[in-house]
């Protein structure tokens, strides 16, 4: 039987969710009533607010309801995670929005840019709560050093599938086909990792999960390692900035694809030594 728990709305953590629905909304709302403008980041922006408004109202409902009590996984575990990926996502457009999208006189993009700014604070302010309740640390997989790596790593992902261009995807150079190929299929691979853990799923594997996930993330760190190689390689030779490049100019999101994919080189690489370190060292002490 579901039953109503005002605490849900009225405990600080709950105050801040209902704080971080109205905030998200405000933001698009605001940046719909500009009008709809053809980039991929806007785009972004956008898809962000609305998915940090959903599931922020979502949360509410669930815990309101007591419906989260019901739920096959860790809810806690669930909340914390979904509060640092929105902390990540709100950081991003509160950069990326005003960078590219607003001027002097652009008040409601402006207003946008602040509110954003005050979404992330109170995404953050979450995290915090969180992790400090009283009721002791959170030990579910996305609130590990791990699992924060995990999203971290996908999150950087969809950065680069936003800054790459139509023909990027359908380009018939092997290098780039490479890079994007190994975009691709590491988003996948983390995706289901991080689906396969929070579900519980991973006892139901005959062989230790902990060691496929490290065999996984060498073989990423690598593979990201040859992108952050032939990445830049490839579309920079010969192909220097044009002089009338404006604020979205395709050849800025190269190399804002050459960034985060060196970003997540570094994140691979140091959930790889976490791993090994977790599994082969700290479980058998």
């Known amino acids: 039987m579901v039953g109503v728990d005002l605490r849900a709305l009225t405990q600080p953590v709950g105050i801040m969710r209902i704080m971080a ?23 972004w922006c956008m898809f962000t607010w609305c998915f940090c408004c959903f599931f922020s109202l979502l949360i509410l409902i669930l815990e309101f309801t007591t419906v989260n009590a019901k739920l096959p996984f860790a809810w806690d575990d669930f909340t914390t995670a979904f509060a640092m990926l929105a902390s990540l996502m709100c950081l991003a457009v509160s950069i990326i929005y005003p960078t590219f999208f607003t001027c002097k006189t652009c008040h409601r993009q402006i207003g946008a840019s602040v509110v ?12 915090a709560l969180t992790r400090l309740r009283p009721s002791g640390q959170v030990s579910g997989f996305l609130s590990t050093l791990p699992g924060i790596m995990k999203m971290l790593e996908t999150f950087l992902a969809c950065l680069i599938f936003t800054s790459l261009e139509k023909s990027q995807f359908n380009s018939t ?28 799923l991973t006892s139901f594997f005959p062989f230790s999960f902990d060691k496929i996930v490290i065999v996984y993330n060498i073989l990423a760190a690598v593979m990201y390692l040859t992108a952050m190689v032939i990445w830049p390689l490839y579309s920079f030779r010969n192909n220097e900035r044009p002089s009338s490049c404006g604020h979205t100019c395709a050849w800025d999101k190269l190399v804002v694809v050459t960034f985060m994919t060196i970003f997540n080189v570094i994140v691979y690489t140091l959930d790889t030594a976490y791993s090994i370190r977790l599994v082969f060292c700290i479980s058998n002490q």
């Open 173 to 200: 150079t092997p290098g780039l086909q490479w890079c994007v190929a190994v975009y691709s299929l590491c988003f996948i691979f983390a995706i289901l990792i991080i689906l396969l853990t929070i579900t519980q």
């Open 116 to 127: 954003s700014w005050v979404c992330f604070g109170v995404y953050v302010g979450e995290v």
């Open 21 to 43: 629905t109205i905030l998200a909304c405000l933001c698009f709302s605001l940046v719909a009533t500009v009008g709809h403008v053809p980039s991929p980041y806007w785009a």
